[in-house]
């Protein structure tokens, strides 16, 4: 599976952005994709996660209300909706998929990575 995602960019303090991730090869093997991002100087963190069949989805607290994780199955992509964003949402976001069940919300439940794309939200 090779995963593409874009849409970053440098958006102002409660503005929103709306990232893509769109997947190819044995997508059919896809059994939930995430979102992750990085923060210079900081550890990788789990942002948001849905799942491919049920589109059950996960969150985490600091984005919880704000953000929003989607799937278009035809079209093999994952969309992730970010509203009222703050300086501290600033990271390199990164989309990943997992093909067996697992962890929703730690890197280790996933099999693939895609390139990351970088947001900026400034004060």
């Known amino acids: 599976v090779q995963l593409q995602a874009s849409g970053g960019g440098l958006v102002q303090t409660g503005g929103s952005l709306r990232l893509s991730c769109a997947a190819s090869g044995r997508t059919f093997s896809t059994y939930r994709l995430g979102w992750f991002r990085q923060a210079p100087g900081k550890e990788r963190e789990f942002v948001a996660a849905?799942?491919?069949?049920?589109?059950?989805?996960w969150y985490s607290d600091s984005v919880k209300g704000r953000f929003t994780i989607s799937s278009d199955n035809a079209k093999n992509t994952m969309y992730l909706q970010m509203n009222s964003l703050k300086p501290e949402d600033t990271a390199v976001y990164y989309c990943?998929?997992?093909?067996?069940?697992?962890?929703?919300?730690?890197?280790?439940?996933?099999?693939?990575w895609g390139q990351g794309t970088l947001v900026t939200v400034s004060s």
């Open positions: 849905v799942s491919w069949s049920d589109a059950n989805t």
């Open positions: 990943a998929a997992a093909n067996r069940l697992g962890t929703a919300v730690s890197g280790t439940g996933y099999d693939y």
